[in-house]
């Protein structure tokens, strides 16, 4: 970087209304040239990062810097070593889709610097938020009147849950709850029992079936099989769209289980719960509407910037006797559930605005945006994995349901050890290019690939592009072997 140069419109905090244009301006300019390129940029560049970089040893900056100095800075030097989430070729992990209108509600939010931690102290801005929640409870099938709370992930939903449900059955008795969920599960849900205080002995995997679904006979043994030892089985976990396969649980058949033992089912929706939104998939997703809470990320599935999450709950009772607390020097507290404290809801006290990231991008575009596009994200998948299928030495672990599926190639005559190598090896060739860049797991000590369309900007021509590139890479695998 070049020596700060000093600008003294920039040495108060609070710049003119006409140099926070000019910065606006600029901003803007740059995010519009990146947007422009983002298809042509490389899907990963994370390993272009240079650790002894000078500017990492930088002293502190006493004086302002020239803002086109920095911005070039950001956008150069910064932002292009690294996951390129915002690429159409990006189809690892989940992608999140930076969708545009929702950092432009950001950008309000932060700017106006509301505070929606307590109803009173932000009336229009709380209520808008609540009225978001309303939408997506009803766009996921629970029952009306259900509510829910914005978090900043998947992650903190299921906590969160996990803590609601703890204080409603368990009371002083923490050590003996056991909590029960798939052995594909996210491993957040493991994260989160443990945070939650649930001791390791006490969390229950439970086997999945050729399809990698949980096995609901199987849950039901490991249930009677702890409450005649003496523990108190109190949470189940069915998974919407599991991460390494995309597999749906049977959901109604957990719901049925919790409701004849008298438990709380929780769904993790954190990839799949917004496929709900597409009526011709909506059988997938039976039981989920009789959840005790639901955890989803709309930084997944409504292509919003990371950071998105929610949970969502038919009884806003629960998380209150969870997380109600109050001091004097605060505004008063609701007393019904007409008008949302959010602080009394959930760990957080302060928090920012975070309803205006969801409510603008749903009011611009129209819900039915959204379901075109995860439409298309659908069809994309089973586009490739019918094309996969005809390699005759691709093995499928299981057909997307959602929007992912996991490949690998098979070899003869060879380890186990030796074929996962090969398959890494594979990874590598196909994300060489940079074109695209996919990811892989292990499923049963067999190394696979994951392919997940879910970006906002991944569309036919991308997908195309990276299938010739893994059918490449599978032909030259071959050759070589």
């Known amino acids: 970087?070049?020596?700060?140069?000093?600008?003294?419109?920039?040495?108060?905090?609070?710049?003119?209304?006409?140099?926070?244009?000019?910065?606006?301006?600029?901003?803007?300019?740059?995010?519009?040239?990146?947007?422009?390129?983002?298809?042509?940029?490389?899907?990963?560049?994370?390993?272009?990062?240079?650790?002894?970089?000078?500017?990492?040893?930088?002293?502190?900056?006493?004086?302002?810097?020239?803002?086109?100095?920095?911005?070039?800075?950001?956008?150069?030097?910064?932002?292009?070593?690294?996951?390129?989430?915002?690429?159409?070729?990006?189809?690892?992990?989940v992608p999140g889709g930076g969708l545009f209108s929702s950092a432009l509600g950001e950008l309000i939010a932060a700017t106006v610097n509301r505070y929606t931690g307590k109803w009173a102290a932000a009336p229009a801005a709380v209520e808008l938020e609540t009225q978001f929640l309303r939408w997506l409870a009803e766009l996921m099938g629970?029952?009306?009147?259900?509510?829910?709370?914005?978090?900043?992930?998947?992650?903190?939903?299921?906590?969160?849950?996990?803590?609601?449900?703890?204080?409603?059955?368990?009371?002083?008795?923490?050590?003996?709850?056991?909590?029960?969920?798939?052995?594909?599960?996210?491993?957040?849900?493991?994260?989160?029992?443990r945070v939650a205080g649930i001791p390791t002995r006490n969390l229950r995997p439970i086997p999945v079936d050729t399809r990698f679904r949980l096995r609901a006979d199987r849950l039901e043994e490991a249930v009677r099989r702890d409450r005649k030892e003496g523990r108190l089985p109190?949470?189940?976990?069915?998974?919407?769209?599991?991460?390494?396969?995309?597999?749906?649980?049977?959901?109604a058949e957990l719901a049925d289980i919790a409701a004849q033992h008298d438990l709380w089912f929780h769904v993790d929706g954190a990839y799949g719960a917004g496929f709900r939104m597409l009526p011709e998939l909506q059988?997938?997703?039976?039981?989920?509407?009789?959840?005790?809470?639901?955890?989803?990320?709309?930084?997944?599935?409504?292509?919003?910037?990371?950071?998105?999450g929610a949970l969502l709950l038919p009884d806003m009772s629960n998380l209150r006797r969870a997380f109600s607390a109050s001091g004097a020097y605060l505004p008063a507290s609701q007393e019904d559930d007409k008008h949302l404290d959010f602080c009394e809801l959930s760990p957080e006290l302060s928090r920012e605005w975070r309803g205006l990231r969801l409510w603008l991008p749903f009011k611009l575009h129209g819900v039915a945006a959204f379901r075109q596009a995860l439409g298309e994200k659908r069809r994309l998948a089973v586009q490739a994995w019918q094309r996969l299928s005809l390699e005759p030495d691709v093995e499928i672990a299981a057909p997307p349901e959602l929007s992912l599926f996991a490949f690998r190639q098979r070899f003869e005559g060879i380890t186990r050890e030796e074929e996962n190598r090969r398959n890494q090896a594979l990874l590598e060739r196909i994300n060489r290019s940079r074109r695209i860049m996919i990811t892989g797991t292990e499923i049963n000590g067999r190394y696979f690939l994951r392919i997940c369309i879910l970006h906002l900007r991944t569309h036919e021509a991308i997908l195309n592009e990276g299938l010739d590139l893994i059918l490449a890479a599978l032909a030259e695998a071959r050759k070589r072997f």
């Open 142 to 193: 629970l029952p009306q009147g259900s509510l829910g709370v914005l978090t900043s992930g998947a992650s903190m939903s299921t906590l969160i849950a996990l803590v609601a449900a703890r204080e409603k059955y368990l009371g002083d008795h923490l050590l003996e709850g056991t909590v029960y969920y798939s052995s594909e599960v996210h491993h957040a849900v493991i994260k989160a029992a």
């Open 234 to 251: 109190f949470f189940i976990c069915g998974t919407a769209g599991t991460v390494n396969t995309g597999a749906m649980d049977p959901l």
């Open 283 to 308: 059988p997938l997703f039976k039981g989920m509407e009789r959840a005790d809470s639901i955890a989803m990320d709309p930084h997944k599935g409504l292509f919003l910037a990371y950071g998105t």
């Open 1 to 93: 970087m070049n020596p700060p140069t000093t600008d003294e419109t920039l040495s108060a905090l609070d710049p003119s209304p006409a140099h926070l244009q000019q910065l606006l301006d600029e901003v803007g300019q740059r995010l519009a040239a990146f947007v422009a390129t983002v298809d042509q940029q490389p899907a990963q560049a994370a390993g272009d990062f240079d650790p002894q970089a000078s500017w990492l040893r930088e002293p502190i900056p006493e004086t302002p810097s020239a803002p086109g100095e920095l911005l070039d800075f950001i956008f150069e030097q910064v932002i292009p070593v690294a996951f390129n989430s915002a690429s159409p070729g990006y189809l690892a992990y």
